[in-house]
């Protein structure tokens, strides 16, 4: 009966000393991909200024995904900080808060040149500094 217990103890020990080293390790290992990759990934500054870059390419075809990052804080008077990302060729409509970055995935996008603004603050779409492009070829 006590070699039983002896041995149900070490047995009990060496799962917890396991468990403890699984979760030891966790911080230092890469993340585990939840899908597919995006082929393109892309990096977009929005700000008072405008866009940076105001111009973007892609291929056709490939799944593109774009990282927003919004500098303004919510003090900026005109649209409270808010910046948007808007394609109307392609129904695309992303509203990135103040101070946030934010990945948005396009999906595969046509061939061509598309008209990109943001209509919330800064004299909207008609100022050319809230205007860009984004080409993508086939």
């Known amino acids: 009966m006590l070699r039983r217990r002896a041995l149900g ?23 585990k991909a939840t899908g597919p990759a995006p082929a393109e990934s892309q990096r977009v500054i ?4 405008g866009f940076e870059p105001r111009h973007l ?7 593109l995904a774009i990282t927003f990052v919004n500098v303004d804080t919510s ?12 394609i109307e060729a392609l129904n695309i409509d992303v509203r990135v808060p103040p101070r946030t970055a934010q990945t948005v995935r396009l ?7 598309y ?3 943001c209509d919330l603050c800064c004299g909207g779409k ?13």
């Open 9 to 31: 103890f070490a047995l009990a020990a060496l799962a917890v000393l396991a468990a403890a080293g699984f979760l030891a390790t966790l911080p230092f290992r890469p993340p």
């Open 75 to 86: 003090l900026h008077m005109d649209g409270g900080g808010w910046h948007q990302f808007r």
């Open 57 to 63: 390419q892609a291929r056709a075809g490939t799944d």
């Open 46 to 49: 929005l700000s008072m200024a």
């Open 107 to 113: 999906g595969r996008i046509p061939a061509g040149t």
């Open 126 to 138: 008609e100022n050319p500094a809230m205007r860009g492009l984004l080409e993508v070829s086939g």
């Open 115 to 117: 008209v990109f603004y």
